[in-house]
């Protein structure tokens, strides 16, 4: 089955600064990565996703690379904010009816 | 994130006792799972569904039930097998197809252990 591997575990950061969240899967059949942040004491929720006929995807001040070959994608925010703070998982996936399997998370904290 | 919800928010159970926690969404999506989640470990399958009257189990099903009796519903039941089962529990919904996997997650429920 999928296994993915998801660091660092906790990343502290200044606000402004940037921050990249890193995973790496093992199937190389998984063609959808999704992305979910989960505020404190709330639901997780998909931030963004990407497929693997594309090699980076960006919405805003966070962007999505994904390299096919090495097995691996991250996640980049850009001029961090506070309200940025959050647990953000990782999932891998062959798409349609494939189960996603999960990160471990990364517990991101922006320093105001 | 609208459209699925769990209840209770917190429950509490004692030793034995098997307790059940709800999982409704009104999204009309096919698919729905139930996700454990304790810190530092991510969030773990116990069990999915991707139709009625149909279920799998997932990498941590020891220990708990689950049933599909409806589209809308997929109620999980920690059984007194269950040895350690204080951890926030999450349920998710999805459209089930290749046009859409995203995954949309209940608010949670919280179990303790008196």
Redesign the interface.
Known sequence: GENVEQHPSTLSVQEGDSAVIKCTYSDSASNYFPWYKQELGKRPQLIIDIRSNVGEKKDQRIAVTLNKTAKHFSLHITETQPEDSAVYFCAASQGGSYIPTFGRGTSLIVHP | ?GGITQSPKYLFRKEGQNVTLSCEQNLNHD?M?WYRQDP????R?IY?S?IVNDFQK?DIAEGYSVSREKKESFPLTVTSAQKNPTAFY?CASSR???RD???Y????TRLLVL
């Open positions: 994130d698919a799972y530092g470990q991510g969030l399958l999915y991707q997932g999450l089930d197809s290749g996997e995203t995954q997650f209940g608010p949670g």
